[in-house]
């Protein structure tokens, strides 16, 4: 079974930088697509950004492209997320997320697996 960890969430002021990473193990991590996903208070989860397993970047969203940047290390396990110039709508908890099949990777409902999520707040 597939599980993933989140990491590196906090409280930022507006204008900085966090980065947060995902682990994964279970099964063979090339193999599936890594997706970040945020859901803020009284919202729905919304589709951030999405590494393939060909190493091709979907596009993200556009509310954070230009400031985001998601990247893999097949020999870690790992999924980044890197969020410059961050805003105080960036506040939200992210959730890292796993899927083995091809689909439209900017819909949940293709991934099969989900952290349990990390929080980012930033402050104005």
């Known amino acids: 079974q597939v599980q993933l960890v989140e990491s590196g969430g906090g409280l930022v002021q507006a204008g900085g930088s966090l980065r947060l990473a995902c682990g994964f193990s279970?099964?063979?991590?090339?193999?599936?697509?890594m997706g970040w996903f945020r859901q803020a208070p009284g919202k729905g989860r919304e589709f951030v950004a999405a590494?393939?397993?060909?190493?091709?970047?979907?596009p993200y969203a556009d509310s954070v492209k230009g400031r985001f940047t998601i990247s893999r290390d097949n020999a870690k396990n790992t999924v980044y997320l890197q969020m410059n110039s961050l805003k105080p709508e960036d506040t939200a908890v992210y959730y890292c997320?796993?899927?083995?099949?091809?689909?439209?990777?900017?819909?949940?409902?293709?991934?099969?697996?989900w952290g349990q999520g990390t929080q980012v707040t930033v402050s104005s």
């Open positions: 279970g099964r063979t991590f090339s193999s599936y697509v």
């Open positions: 590494y393939s397993r060909t190493g091709l970047t979907i």
């Open positions: 997320a796993a899927a083995a099949r091809s689909s439209d990777y900017r819909v949940e409902s293709t991934y099969g697996y």
